[in-house]
């Protein structure tokens, strides 16, 4: 399987939370990242969680880390139509490079 | 402070021309890192440079190679195109490239292979 996997597509409603899984198999990475990349941009770091934490808070958006489980989530409270783009989960490789999951497209309905 | 720049923004060629892209990091970061970005392959990890130095690399043929000027800026080549090279071809920078650092992604360069 993949090292990093997450869920290809989540559709919620303007004003609902919004909750992103992801999963990965080497737990030798220092950090875990999360990445938004809307359509014909780059990518942009949304926050990070360093892996002897369990959670983090930043504003409307929550990183839960389940190390146990190799199990990352993002949350975004209150989620609004600008929130519609691609996330990205990754962790920090070897070679002081990223390994990205495939992407989650998240829709936001109004 | 300018965030990362990437030029071209697109770019098409034929199969078997060669391409150059550029990236100019945040002023101060010295590390920059090269990824393509592909719908079948999702992100991947091309190199690194640092100093000047390629520091990583990652899985690809010799076709793909770059370098880094005194300035940090960095440049990518790809030679004898390929239709599967139609990519997104991201840069990131950060200070040195420890782990611990930020990566900051550009606009990345859109390029086309016919």
């Known amino acids: 399987g993949e090292d990093v996997e997450q869920s290809l597509f989540l559709s919620v409603r303007e004003g609902d939370s919004s909750v992103i899984n992801c999963t990965y198999t080497d737990s030798s990475s220092t950090y875990l990242y999360w990445y938004k990349q809307e359509p014909g941009a780059g990518l942009q770091l949304l926050t990070y969680?360093?892996?002897?934490?369990d959670m983090k808070q930043d504003q409307r958006l929550t990183v839960l880390l389940n190390k146990k489980d190799k199990h990352l989530s993002l949350r975004i409270a209150d989620t609004q139509t600008g929130d519609s783009a691609i996330y990205f989960c990754a962790r920090g490789g070897s070679q002081g490079n990223l390994i990205f999951g495939k992407g989650t497209k998240l829709s936001v309905k109004p | 402070k300018a965030g990362v720049t990437q030029t071209p923004r697109y770019l098409i060629k034929t199969r078997g021309q060669q391409v150059t892209l550029s990236c100019s990091p945040i002023s101060g970061h010295r590390s920059v890192s090269w990824y393509q970005q592909t719908p079948g392959q999702g992100l991947q990890f091309l190199f690194e440079?640092?100093?000047?130095?390629?520091?990583n690399k990652g899985n690809f043929p010799g076709r793909f190679s770059g370098r880094q000027f005194s300035n940090s800026r960095s440049e990518m080549n790809v030679s004898t195109l390929e239709l599967g090279d139609s990519a997104l071809y991201l840069c990131?920078?950060?200070?040195?490239?420890?782990?611990?650092?930020?990566?900051?992604f550009g606009p990345g360069t859109r390029l086309l292979v016919l």
């Open positions: 969680i360093f892996s002897n934490m």
């Open positions: 990131a920078s950060s200070l040195t490239g420890g782990y611990q650092e930020t990566q900051y």
């Open positions: 440079y640092f100093s000047e130095t390629q520091r």
